[in-house]
């Protein structure tokens, strides 16, 4: 039994590195899916295509018991690699920088030994590879093309740089926050530098509109609600003696709770309007909503802390991590269809790479994970593990 497992954890490992090479842009994972889908069918896993890139293994599906579904994401990021590994990134200007990879494998892993152990799962499991979670929704195009009919109860993960290896967190409700963008384009009359007062200058009126913005967090809005609002770029390219006609101004914020995206999303709008037109200037704004909170269901929650505790100790949870998690994530979209929950695993075993943050040139995939994390996967199928040698 423990020889199998090494041999399947191994083979992870292997994938893993050999997807980190070949690393592919949201809604372009061709090659990902198409190496995806060899595993399976290599191990007999009946297996379709969802949402262009996306795939469903299936395995047990006459079983009796609950049906459950376990997910792992598959695209990169648009980073150029300066990790150094020797399994960095063979494509510019693209890299796993977030652990997608080594979320795909670890999924595969799952297949591995729960194919081996099929007769022991106690009800049918759905094996959920999904494209496009960085900005591309595609947790909602799985949902929209049926990939949860039939499914009870679902599970996911994410590693987590941030915190120590042997730790987690996966609470009752908010563990990761929702999203949205904004652009905010401020329109003036430029002109010469040397006559303001013939101008309606939009590089003066966007200053105070940043200023404005930074003020909704701490005055307009709850201090018990968690919220944060970026303004992140201000676009008034010119000429050193030239007024501009135009500024624009980007950024982003967070938010814990659903029913706070009206509410931020108006003041942004109302602020800025406002503050474009003391200057004497025009602001036309867009509000881009990308994710809502990922808020985990308390059944599978407390099943899947059991399992995490199982597996890394009493210690894994004990956490003082303020939550949520100001990051984003689309399992939020299962989260809101059908029970299930979501855990950040943490990645930081003390090797620079490991505790580098995702999202970051530097940054690689903690190999020790795929065995733990299997193993917790495997045990919410229902499938027993090895001991932790």
């Not at 459950?68 to 590994?85: Q, T, V, Y």
């Not at 152990?117 to 979670?133: D, K, N, Y």
Request: glycine letters at 8%; one cysteine or more; proline letters at 7%.
């Amino acid at each position: 039994m423990t020889a199998l497992w090494d041999q399947h954890i191994q083979q992870a490992i292997s994938l893993r590195r050999e997807l980190h090479k070949q690393p592919e842009l949201t809604w372009q994972e061709v090659a990902t899916a198409k190496r995806v889908r060899q595993e399976l069918t290599a191990l007999n896993i009946p297996w379709e295509a969802c949402a262009k890139h996306g795939t469903l293994g299936r395995l047990a599906r006459d079983k009796p018991g609950p049906h459950i579904a376990l997910r792992g994401d598959m695209d990169a990021l648009p980073i150029d690699e300066k990790s150094g590994m020797p399994w960095s990134s063979q494509s510019p200007g693209c890299m796993h920088a977030c652990g997608h990879d080594g979320h795909t494998a670890t999924l595969m892993a799952a297949a591995y030994w729960l194919k081996a152990h099929e007769e022991q799962l106690p009800g049918p499991v759905t094996l959920l590879f999904q494209p496009a979670e960085e900005g591309g929704h595609g947790a909602l195009r799985m949902i929209e093309e049926g990939a949860l009919k039939g499914i009870d109860v679902i599970y996911g993960w994410h590693n987590w740089p941030a915190i120590a290896f042997g730790q987690a967190v996966c609470p009752d409700g908010a563990v990761m926050a929702g999203n949205g963008t904004f652009r905010l384009t401020v329109t003036g009359q430029g002109g010469h530098s040397s006559q303001p007062e013939a101008c309606q200058d939009p590089v003066l009126a966007a200053s105070a509109i940043v200023v404005a913005l930074q003020q909704i967090v701490s005055r307009r809005l709850p201090p018990q609600d968690a919220t944060v609002l970026s303004v992140t770029s201000v676009d008034a390219r010119s000429s050193p003696t030239v007024i501009p006609d135009t500024a624009v101004i980007e950024g982003g914020f967070r938010i814990a709770q659903p029913a706070t995206r009206k509410v931020l999303s108006s003041l942004i709008e109302e602020i800025s309007t406002a503050t474009a037109r003391a200057y004497g200037t025009q602001c036309q704004v867009e509000i881009f909503p990308r994710y809502d909170a990922t808020i985990n269901h308390p059944e599978p929650a407390a099943n899947f802390r059991q399992q995490l505790e199982s597996e890394f100790g009493e210690q894994v949870l004990s956490l003082t991590t303020p939550l949520p998690i100001m990051a984003s994530e689309d399992f939020s979209y299962y989260l809101k269809e059908i029970p299930g929950a979501f855990a950040l695993i943490g990645s930081d075993d003390g090797q620079l790479q490991h505790g580098r943050p995702c999202h970051n040139a530097q940054y690689d995939f903690n190999d020790a994970l795929i065995s733990r994390v299997t193993r917790v996967f495997s045990r919410l199928a229902g499938v027993p593990v090895p001991e932790q040698t």
